[in-house]
């Protein structure tokens, strides 16, 4: 027991200084620091992040305040930002991505852990764990040159436009590049978030639920809705903040898509613009403090949103999966 | 018992309905991978590994400067984030308490959301702009931060799975706790946090956003780690976006080795994991 001196708790002073002494000269001290010291620049890191947002935007943030958020005129050459068309931008179209990404990535999920034979289910896992790990920039690539001219001659004149053309989402000329372009680039990339974050959700529930309820005769689609749905739905929730946060601040397939027009319009068909596409175009060639602060603001309120809904995402995924590994 | 009951029916149509959803996510896979190789495969030759890029309105060239720019920086990247990952990763499943494993593991869930966009104008501000230039160091710093959150909580993960009961054999026989962790705990996950590691450097490797203020980009060599340098999905972007269609073909041909090379680490790390070992993912 004296050779593994765990905790110097309870222990006299001068046991105290001699336990002390003694994992020091075993090591324990300095394994300790180092560990403790790694763990902590991650809290410094983060901290770093929010303080240089934060002053880095000070000019920005003194010169149009909150009216920042909601005036939609960026005219850098009259010293004029208001970011209201790209939070407008960012929000439908990651609005737009979820409408089709939780429907299939919902499905998905519960073909793959409630439907599906073991065998098919690890297969399917393993290819869409897969297309999790393609680039943005790959995805950007396939939107320009193969999703643009395939929405601009086949899928809009030929089937949008006829059968949805008199609503005003799908209303004025169409280019190709668009919010709507924009929006189905991101439900293919959020889908594989959604789907193994919800299946590890349903995987969580117990399995002694499930038998219960099949022993009671109910088929396995009854068993799913019935019970497993309703003890995974916070979880659920969770994987679609998760998602959605993924979706607020994509930047690279999005930028090359959406067609980089600061515009707010009813129609999905036209080019807008998102708060981390104008920072990717501008920052670069931002001339002036005033300007860059502004696009610095704009990463504030883009860090400070998916601050937010991460925050709730893990909390509400955690909720559910306690118990099975956090 | 009735086969074809409302019960039945409803199983039966439920069931084809989210495999459907299933085969067609993995369909996207399927047609990201075909074209990417009919595309890239065709416009990919040896020069594209060997020569630099064509000056504009030139046809021809090559990618090598890009290659091996995005070698640099991800070298960087993880003599970064691997260390630092990995020790909080070892702290966080063998020395804190709870509370405070709570904090700094919700931290680095928050971390591992940040925008990478954002990750490269706090780069800009933190290294860039007192540098005074552009740099493949800086790439390194913005790729470096990135890799942290998932090194920590792979590490965690895969050393939290260790039996208690090894830890207690080794503090037994007398061994301080860090010569317990360092020559029993860590072997025992060493297949586990290495696998975990690669994905996170296959996941880096096609971040495009936090590198355009930080490595820039650059139409020669980049020598040492003060310059701006060339790196493959800026490369991939720029000549994306570009008006000539000898770019566009080498856009291809670069997505094509990108897309190969993350997905080749992918299946060899996500192959080297024995079956149900849990992957944490961002």
């Known amino acids: 027991m004296s050779s593994v001196p765990l905790a110097g708790k309870g222990a006299l002073p001068s046991g105290r200084a001699r336990a002390f002494y003694r994992r020091l000269r075993a090591g324990e001290e300095l394994a300790y620091t180092i560990a403790a010291t790694a763990a902590a620049s991650i809290l410094v890191i983060t901290a770093l992040i929010v303080i240089e947002l934060y002053s880095q935007s000070a000019l920005s943030r003194s010169k149009f305040g909150w009216s920042f958020l909601g005036t939609s005129v960026w005219d850098p050459v009259a010293g004029t930002f208001g970011a209201l068309p790209f939070i407008y931008g960012t929000v439908i179209t990651s609005i737009f991505a979820l409408l089709i990404a939780i429907p299939l990535g919902l499905g998905s999920a519960i073909f793959l852990s409630e439907m599906a034979p073991a065998r098919i289910s690890n297969a399917l896992t393993f290819l869409i764990e897969l297309l999790a790990a393609v680039p943005s920039v790959v995805y950007g690539l396939l939107g320009i040159f193969v999703l643009v001219p395939f929405l601009r001659e086949t899928l809009v004149p030929g089937l949008i436009k006829p059968a949805l053309g008199s609503l005003p989402v799908f209303h004025g000329p169409f280019y190709g590049v668009s919010v709507f372009t924009a929006g189905l680039v991101l439900s293919i990339m959020i889908v594989p978030f959604i789907i193994s974050v919800s299946r590890e959700v349903l995987l969580a529930v117990a399995r002694d639920q499930r038998e219960a309820s099949l022993a009671l005769g109910a088929s396995k689609w009854q068993t799913v809705w019935r019970v497993v749905l309703p003890n995974a739905f916070t979880g659920i929730v969770g994987s679609i903040f998760l998602a959605l946060a993924r979706a607020l601040g994509e930047t690279m397939a999005v930028t090359m898509v959406i067609g980089n027009t600061p515009q707010i319009k009813a129609s999905l068909l036209a080019p807008g613009y998102t708060i981390a596409a104008v920072i990717a175009n501008e920052f670069g060639e931002a001339s002036g403090d005033l300007y860059r602060s502004a696009l610095i603001q704009l990463g504030l309120v883009l860090f400070g949103v998916t601050f937010v809904i991460n925050g709730m995402a893990r909390i509400l995924i955690l909720t559910t999966r306690k118990g099975a590994h956090a | ?282």
């Open chain 2, 1 to 282: 018992m009735k086969a074809w009951s409302r019960k039945n029916i409803v199983n039966y149509t439920m069931f084809g309905i989210t495999g459907a959803c299933a085969i067609f996510s993995v369909g996207v896979l399927i047609f990201i991978l075909g074209y990417l190789v009919y595309k890239g495969g065709s416009s990919l030759s040896l020069s594209f590994f060997t020569q630099l890029p064509a000056p504009i309105g030139e046809t021809g060239g090559g990618m090598a400067n890009a290659i091996v720019g995005s070698a640099k920086v991800l070298l960087l990247a993880s003599a970064i984030g691997i260390p630092i990952g990995f020790v909080g990763g070892i702290y966080l499943s063998e020395y804190s308490q709870k509370s405070v494993a709570f904090l700094i593991r919700y931290t680095t869930d928050l971390l591992n959301g940040v925008p990478s966009i954002v990750i490269g104008i706090v780069v800009y501000g933190l290294v860039v702009h007192p540098m005074g230039h552009y740099s493949t160091f800086a790439g390194g710093v913005a790729l470096g931060i990135m890799m942290i959150p998932i090194s920590v909580r792979s590490t965690e993960e895969f050393l939290l799975a260790v039996p208690m009961s090894l830890r207690e054999a080794g503090l037994a026989l007398g061994a301080p706790k860090w010569k317990v962790i360092a020559t029993v705990v860590i072997p025992a996950a060493l297949r586990g946090i290495i696998s975990g590691t690669m994905l996170d450097i296959a996941r880096v490797a096609g971040e495009t956003a936090p590198l355009l203020f930080t490595a820039l980009g650059n139409q020669f060599w980049s020598s040492g780690w003060n310059e701006p340098t060339a790196t493959l999905p800026v490369m991939i972007y720029n000549y994306a976006i570009g008006p000539y269609e000898d770019w566009h073909r080498q856009a291809w041909a670069a997505g094509f080795v990108l897309l190969t090379l993350v997905l080749l680490i992918n299946v060899t790390a996500r192959l080297a994991l024995s079956k149900g070992t849990y992957v944490p993912r961002g």
